[in-house]
């Protein structure tokens, strides 16, 4: 069993901050970590400072977004190819934010996921729900269209993540409960090729990470604000370890 615990940087941090947060979780993760698949995502232009300082770690890196074209004419956008040359191994596609800010369609994110997976990147595919068609019950068949629409028809288990983000969750500090993740888990599950690791993500804190991941099909988390500091984030990864640890027990 392995939990994968992925830390969204989004538009945060400077080359100083990157670089000694990438090296006060690398150093954490090779003193204490032997279960966990830990991942950080920072802002692409500090990517190759946090590749330096989590290097001969076991932090593999991530980024946030990439363009589905290996190269041309688009003007401030990043290949996979490109991030993949620059040590990059994960790459976060279709966050809500850029769903909702910046109109991506599932069949945008579909594009974006076949060009990393032929690039050697492991996409990391978000899905979620607003608040709105939470409460109209129209959930689940909006998660189920995600997924059909945004992951590629030929993608296996092993080939991507998905991260069930539900948007009333990021940022808010309203995290889904125990029963809801759970149910929702299934769902996802069931609709997503069999044996797909399925991430929690939306308000997962210190307090709240043990629990989360120990629900069933929870394979690990995408942390937003709270992988903004080693303190918040290493604790998290810790409740991986113990979740993990519980269970071979
Ligand atoms: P949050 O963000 O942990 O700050 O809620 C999660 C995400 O957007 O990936």
Redesign the pocket.
């Known amino acids: 069993m392995q939990k994968t615990v992925i830390g969204?940087w989004k538009m945060h941090g400077d080359l100083a901050s990157a670089a000694s947060l990438a090296s006060e979780v690398s150093n954490y993760v090779s003193a204490s970590v032997v279960h966990s698949k830990v991942v950080v995502c920072p802002p692409t232009i500090h990517a190759t400072v946090v590749a330096e300082n989590i290097a001969g770690s076991n932090v593999s890196l991530g980024a946030q977004d990439s363009h589905f074209e290996e190269k041309g004419a688009h003007t401030g956008e990043i290949s996979a190819y490109m991030l993949k040359d620059a040590g990059v191994e994960y790459v976060i596609l279709g966050?809500s934010e850029r769903r909702a800010n910046l109109g991506e369609s599932s069949q945008l994110v579909a594009q974006k996921a076949n060009a990393a997976k032929n690039t050697g990147l492991v996409p990391v595919i978000c899905i979620g729900e607003t608040l709105q068609q939470r409460e109209s019950g129209e959930y689940s068949t909006v998660l189920k269209q995600q997924i059909e629409e945004s992951i590629p028809e030929s993608f296996t288990a092993g080939d991507f993540l998905i991260a069930y983000?539900p948007v009333w969750?990021?940022?808010t500090g309203k995290v889904a409960d125990v029963e809801t993740i759970m149910l929702t888990h299934k769902l996802v599950a069931d609709a997503a090729p069999e044996g797909t690791h399925i991430l929690y993500?939306?308000?997962?804190k210190p307090d709240n990470a043990a629990e989360i991941m120990a629900i069933n099909h929870v394979d690990g988390v995408?942390?937003?604000?709270?992988s903004l500091t080693s303190e918040s984030f290493n604790k998290i990864i810790q409740a991986a370890e113990s979740v993990i640890e519980k269970v071979a027990a």
């Not at 993500?201 to 997962?204: A, E, H, I, T």
């Not at 995408?222 to 709270?226: N, T």
């Open positions: 969204n966050h983000e969750a990021i940022g993500g939306g308000s997962v995408l942390v937003g604000g709270a």
